[in-house]
């Protein structure tokens, strides 16, 4: 019995370790089946910009070379995710400019991005960001899986064109609703990050409905019926709620989508249209609206700030007796949405302007000033050279490149600038402006009526009325180009001794009354004085004073000389020592006062000046010669030379010379 129960416990015993191995052996072969594939690391280029790719954290391979100084980093440690990847991994230091793998997380938009010099790049400052990430090394993390294909945001993304593969970005499921994936439309124009929209699935209607609604198409479509009112318009409230960036509303049963350029049926207007205006006489200016389109902007900003243009239009009374509008729109780079002949009334400029798109990028305004300098006011553009031009930038924050050069060279060409700053930096954000006080430096004059500052996007519609008086207020354009704001002036004053101390002083006096008719700055006329007998001094250059009692005092300073007269060593003197240092976009005036006729060769100076494009008055006194004032003075001399018999008489000239210099500048081209 005994033998019998161990017997049986025994082959218990030995079926129980059958099974078990057999288990064991099954559960490896199990897990070879299940085995997950090994993860591939995707390679992206050095150009690749976060924003470009949707996954929040991923690993990703980096070629070598990234530290090339055009592939753009803006930040320190937390970079804005229009930053290169690669290019801010070597900033970091998490790589160096051979390559090598990364791990990349998006983090929260910052208020600012501060730049900084670190192994061997140079990263830039950068205003309000939506988007931030951070790298480290590309070690991956347990229990966390990585995508080994990137989404990105556009379908012609690098990766695509390189034949990687790429997957559709799905939006999470919202409850009661059947998603589809999203697909991607690129917006010609605009960058893929903020240009882009979305196509939402319409949800199924309802049971109880009774009507359907508009069906949602992409933007710049518009259904076969509405295709017969083209000749009406409706725009949405500056105040109406709209999606920040990145974020979609979904489609509601019976909402009109009026952003897409849906309205109802019965909506739209049978109306004669009113007879259209010539526009506003007392109000003729050539201007030009410098829009931000920047990405951090935002869309709902965006449509403020057109919105903002199209009251603006309305309230200027836009036609061609009066003043004419265009726009330029910014962001990496300028463009001209539409120039200043292309709509000559406001109906028609309202429409234009509810039709841009946001071009997306940085916020370059003083690129867009250059620009509009050297392109925009031109005859074919519909300048009329007889009004005053007026560009009025608007900046969202601050700008992201200096303003100040482009400003200075548009002042010079007569460009009144505005400036509009709208939700300036807070005070712990201005460690990232780029250029402290750019809107002083930027505007017309310093004295508060060509700068404006707006607390916030929605209280920008209060900023309409007190624009557009100071647009209107001709008289205080002070920037435009006039005869007495453009040049830069060189007196050549005789100094012999003919002349005596007293009616030296006499004229010096002539000399400070010619110049108290000037507006007189660094950037609008510049004065210099030259004095000579058989030698020459330069008493003061064109640089040395930028403001009239500073020239007055220094007219008033200089000392008689005394000496012989060689009028043509004293012309090549002021063309070498003065007009050598003008600037290429001034007009050079050079008045000559003499007594006397020279003791040396005054016909190839006088040639050398006119061929140099020095316009030369000569101002004859006493004993001076009338043929050599003649041969002196630009053609025609009639226009240019000026004679009286003695000292006590030249106060009569300064009117008459005066009126020759704006004559002469009002005969020539303006731009």
Known sequence: ???????????????????????IHSNKEMTKKIKRPKFTVPQINCDVKARKIIDPEFVVKCPAGCQDPSYRVYGTDVYASYSSVCAAAVHSGVLD?????????????????????????????????????IVSEGKPQKGVTYPSALTYSS?????????????????????????????????PGTTPTEGSHTTLPKPAPSAGSATSSPKPQPVGHRSRELDLWSTTTYTSSPNSPRANPGETDLWKPGSVLLDAGFVPKEELSTQPLDPVSQGDPNCKVDLSFLIDGSASIGKRRFRIQKQFLADIAQALDIGPAGPLMGVVQYGDNPATQFNLKTHMNSRDLKTAIEKITQRGGLSNAGRAISFVTKNFFSKAGGNRGSAPNVAVVMVDGWPTDSVEGPSRLARESGVNIFFITIE???????????????????????????????????????????LVKRLCDSAQLACSKTCFNSADVGFVIDGSSSVGTGNFRTVLQFV??????????????????????????????????????????????VGYWSGGTSTGAAINYALEQLFKKSKPNKRKLMILITDGRSYDDIRVPAMAAHRKGVITYAIGVAWAAQDELDVIATHPAKDHAFFVDEFDSLYRLAPKVIQSICTEFNSRPRN
């Open 97 to 133: 400019n051979s390559g090598g793998k990364i791990l990349v997380r998006k983090v929260a938009g910052q208020s600012g991005y501060k730049g900084s010099y670190s192994n061997g790049v140079q990263s830039l400052s950068l205003p309000r960001w939506r988007e931030s990430f």
């Open 1 to 23: 019995m005994g033998i019998a129960v161990l017997t049986m416990k025994a082959s218990v015993i030995e079926m129980f370790l059958v099974l078990l191995v057999t288990g």
């Open 155 to 187: 379908a012609k993304s690098p990766a695509a064109k390189a034949g990687e593969t790429t997957k559709a970005y799905q939006k999470p499921s919202v409850p009661g609703t059947t998603t589809q994936p999203v697909t991607l439309m690129q917006v």
């Open 512 to 557: 400070a009354n010619l110049s108290k008719e000037f507006e007189i700055s660094d950037t609008d006329t510049r004065i210099g004085a030259v004095q000579y007998t058989y030698e020459q001094r330069l008493e003061f250059g064109l640089d040395a004073y930028s403001t009239k009692p500073d020239i007055l005092n220094a007219i008033k300073s």
């Open 424 to 466: 300036g930096a807070a005070e712990n954000e201005k460690q990232y402006v780029m250029e402290p006080n750019f809107a002083s430096k930027a505007a017309c004059r310093t004295n508060g009526f060509y700068s404006l500052s707006v607390p916030s996007w929605f209280s920008l519609h209060k900023t309409v009325q007190p």
